[in-house]
């Protein structure tokens, strides 16, 4: 079992799947969201239409089209509220559902971006600190998934990362 910090576009990754910050719509956005609906195409859209949205902190699976990647799994980060609003536990959830439905489905590789840290406002080092606190309890046990990439895209996330992993 191998946990990757990977400076990189989440668009251009190949793995079983690459994780989405969606909001409950499903239906796209800019950031990540944008860049992924960009590369995979239309068909990806239309598939999402049929999902009748997602709730925050829950998570999807869609093919990924013309994506490297196989799949897609739209999960839904909090909005940034302050901090009362349970944003802590959704992000977790977020991050927990998307490894379960991708053990689940028995896939071996998984990469996520820094969910809610863009247009969101969570707070990054926070996120981070969510982030990797739950991807190492799931990985206790996960049996099918071997590989887990934190995707990251900006240099401040990028400091972050590489002090606490
Ligand atoms: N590859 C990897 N990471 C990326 C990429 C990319 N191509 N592009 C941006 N990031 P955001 P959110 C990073 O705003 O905060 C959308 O409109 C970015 O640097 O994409 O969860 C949705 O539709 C940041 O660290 O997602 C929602 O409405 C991280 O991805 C809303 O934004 C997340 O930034 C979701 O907001």
Redesign the pocket.
């Known amino acids: 079992m191998e946990i990757l910090i990977e400076k ?4 251009k990754l190949h793995v079983d799947a690459i994780v989405n ?3 409950e719509s499903l239906l ?9 609906h960009r590369a995979a195409g239309s068909e990806l859209l239309q598939e999402c239409k049929k999902l009748n949205g997602c709730p925050t902190g829950e998570a999807k699976i869609t093919k990924a089209y013309l994506l490297p990647a196989k799949h897609v799994i739209h999960t ?2 909090p ?1 940034w509220k302050g901090g009362n609003c349970n944003e802590k536990q959704l992000l977790k959830n977020c991050y927990k559902n998307s490894i379960r439905l991708a053990e689940n489905l028995n896939l071996e590789s998984i990469a996520f ?10 707070p ?1 080092k926070d996120a981070a600190e969510i982030a990797i606190k739950t991807i190492k309890e799931e990985a206790k046990q996960l049996k099918s998934i071997r590989k887990i990439i934190f ?4 240099d401040e ?1 990028l400091n972050i990362y590489q002090n606490l992993l």
């Open positions: 990189s576009d989440l668009t910050a969606a909001n796209g956005g800019g950031g990540v969201d944008g860049a992924i839904v980060g909005i971006p820094n969910i809610s840290t863009g247009v969101y406002g969570f990054k995707c990251i895209f900006d996330n």
